[in-house]
């Protein structure tokens, strides 16, 4: 299945890289991806109930609505 890329975002939690990508489809269907080092990260991570899990909610929020704060 084709993707494309709609927009992309890269932040550092805790040290560690984090890339956000909204991907669309060849179906039309778009979803919101997350990269941590170069390797997907299952969305169950965004559960974590630790500082990272409050920072990649966080960001993935402000990512949708188009606002990247640091």
């Known amino acids: 299945m084709k993707t494309v890329t709609l ?6 939690i805790k040290g560690d890289p984090y890339t956000f990508k909204l991907l669309i ?3 039309g269907v778009a979803r919101l ?3 941590r080092h ?3 990260l299952p969305f169950s991570e965004m559960e974590r109930d630790d500082v990272v899990g409050q920072h990649l909610r966080e960001a993935a929020a402000g990512f949708i609505a188009g606002k990247q704060h640091r």
């Open 38 to 40: 170069e390797t997907p």
């Open 25 to 27: 489809d060849n179906t």
């Open 33 to 35: 991806a997350i990269w």
């Open 7 to 12: 927009k992309e975002y890269s932040t550092r």
